[in-house]
């Protein structure tokens, strides 16, 4: 397994439109992460999954916003109606979680997204 | 509240010089810190880690961190830098339990040679 991938890496866009990004975790990672970096700084946490569970959501994911990880591996982020200030990279991480394990996470390289 | 500052926001050193990158934290209960690196464009890469045990870390590519409960303080050191550690660096702790990460705001590093 060579990590966390993400596709794709960039995404312009149109201000209004709906674009989706997808993140493969490493394969027998339980946990999936998605994180938002805008310029200059750290990744904000979005939202997380076990398995296909969607666990928690931070206040930062709109209702715009809406992630889904059908069978517990691959996971989509969708943002419909983008707006500019939607522009950001999104990072996708994972993790093995489970009793006496520490929750390292491993990151993606990130999609970077630009509304126009 | 949880958090994480890292109170510079750019270092420039020189080529061959010591490092030493600031990290302090604010959390109730023993944390797990980490620092990242994040070459232009492209996503995190875990330099080490803290769990407990050992407060002094040794991770990849020469870093090593020392975490002092006494300080709130998790810095990151190198003892001789490299052109190729230009980057920047990001400590992480954990937010709201375990379950995901606090990041500071970010350390731009940059070597002259």
């Known amino acids: 397994d060579t990590g966390v991938s993400q596709n794709p890496r960039h995404k312009i866009t149109k201000r209004g439109q709906n674009v989706t990004f997808r993140c493969d975790p490493i394969?027998?990672?339980?946990?999936l992460y998605w994180y938002r970096q805008t310029l200059g700084q750290g990744p904000e946490f979005l939202t997380y999954?076990?398995?296909?569970?969607?666990?928690?959501k931070s206040r930062l994911l709109s209702d715009r916003f809406s992630a889904e990880r059908p069978k517990g591996s691959f996971s989509t982020l969708e943002i419909q109606r983008t707006e500019q200030g939607d522009s950001a990279m999104y990072l996708c991480?994972?993790?093995?979680?489970?009793?006496?394990?520490?929750?390292?996470?491993?990151f993606g390289p990130g999609t970077r997204l630009t509304v126009l | 509240a949880q958090s994480v500052t890292q109170p510079d926001i750019h270092i420039t050193v020189s080529e061959g010089a010591s490092l030493e990158l600031r990290c302090n934290y604010s959390y109730g209960a023993t944390p797990y810190l980490f620092w990242y690196v994040q070459s232009p464009g492209q996503g995190l890469q875990l330099l080490l880690k803290y769990f407990s045990g050992d407060t002094l870390v040794q991770g990849i590519k020469g870093f090593e961190a020392e975490f002092k409960r006494s300080q709130s303080s998790f810095n990151l050191r190198k003892p001789s830098v490299h052109w190729s550690d230009a980057a920047e660096y990001f400590c992480a702790g954990p937010l709201g339990g375990y379950n995901k990460l606090i990041f500071g705001a970010g350390t731009r590093l940059a070597v002259h040679p």
């Open positions: 394969s027998e990672h339980n946990r």
């Open positions: 991480a994972s993790s093995f979680a489970g009793t006496g394990v520490k929750n390292e996470q491993f």
């Open positions: 999954f076990q398995n296909e569970a969607q666990l928690e």
